[in-house]
């Protein structure tokens, strides 16, 4: 059974710091793309960041760009975004989530896309002082 | 970037009858599309792929149609269960952009 369990969301002040975490399992995680999507509180779903499977190629939504940095530890099967500079915008459930990767036959391997298939429940994080 | 736009933005049906969610992009995405749907307090789920594709284990009364600009998700006949909110995705290009939702309630 895949699993995406979140953890370090919390109250921060206006200013500060954070860093969050995904705990992957039940899949081949050094496969797959990651990415993390945020939704504040009552409003749409916002991508904020994804990153290759090797790491090797990040990307960031421009709200957050220059701010938050996503990284990953394939040996531990987990995913992280640091994010500095945190304003009451960045309120939000963060949630981690897999790329959709299917077997492709054309390639005679595994394509994988940047669609959302696989959730976590996600972590809070709140930004007020 | 891409802007999608949904429409409508609440949509009031019955059980059974049909719903069709409609999503249109600023500029094309061929047909790199989702659909997902989210129920309230839980994580979105994958629906719809490539514009057409259903993701595993999605009834067939959900599809999807459409292609550069222009993207259609109908569900045949409503379940008590679907009543959620939708939203589309593209993934054409960086940055990835989610469309504002279209929330479907009961009449």
């Known amino acids: 059974e895949v699993q995406l369990v979140e953890s370090g969301g919390r109250l921060v002040q206006p200013g500060g710091s954070l860093r969050l975490s995904c705990a992957a399992s039940?899949?081949?995680?050094?496969?797959?793309?990651m990415s993390w999507v945020r939704q504040a509180p009552g409003k749409g779903l916002e991508w904020v960041s994804s990153?290759?499977?090797?790491?090797?190629?990040?990307y960031y939504a421009d709200s957050v760009k220059g701010r938050f940095t996503i990284s990953r530890d394939n040996s531990e099967n987990k995913l992280y975004v640091e994010m500095t500079s945190l304003t009451p915008a960045d309120t939000a459930v963060y949630y981690c989530?897999?790329?959709?990767?299917?077997?492709?036959?054309?390639?005679?391997?595994?394509?994988?896309?940047?669609?959302?298939?696989?959730w976590g429940k996600g972590t809070t994080v709140t930004v007020s002082s | 970037e891409i802007v999608l736009t949904q429409s409508p933005a609440t949509l009031s049906l019955s059980p059974g009858e049909r719903a069709t969610l409609s999503c249109r992009a600023s500029?094309?995405?061929?047909?790199?599309l989702a659909w997902y749907q989210q129920k309230p307090g839980q994580a979105p789920r994958l629906l719809i792929y490539?514009?057409?594709k259903r993701a595993t284990d999605i009834p067939a009364r959900f599809s999807g149609s459409g292609s550069e600009t222009d993207f259609t998700l109908t569900i045949s006949s409503l379940e008590p269960e679907d009543f959620a909110v939708y939203y589309c995705?593209?993934?054409?290009?960086?940055?990835?952009?989610f469309g504002g939702g279209t929330k479907v309630e009961i009449k």
């Open positions: 989530v897999h790329s959709l990767c299917q077997n492709d036959v054309a390639v005679g391997g595994v394509s994988c896309y940047y669609y959302m298939d696989g």
């Open positions: 039940g899949f081949s995680f050094s496969n797959y793309g």
């Open positions: 990153l290759s499977a090797s790491g090797g190629h990040t």
């Open positions: 500029q094309s995405v061929s047909s790199y």
């Open positions: 490539d514009a057409s």
């Open positions: 995705q593209h993934r054409n290009n960086w940055p990835l952009t």
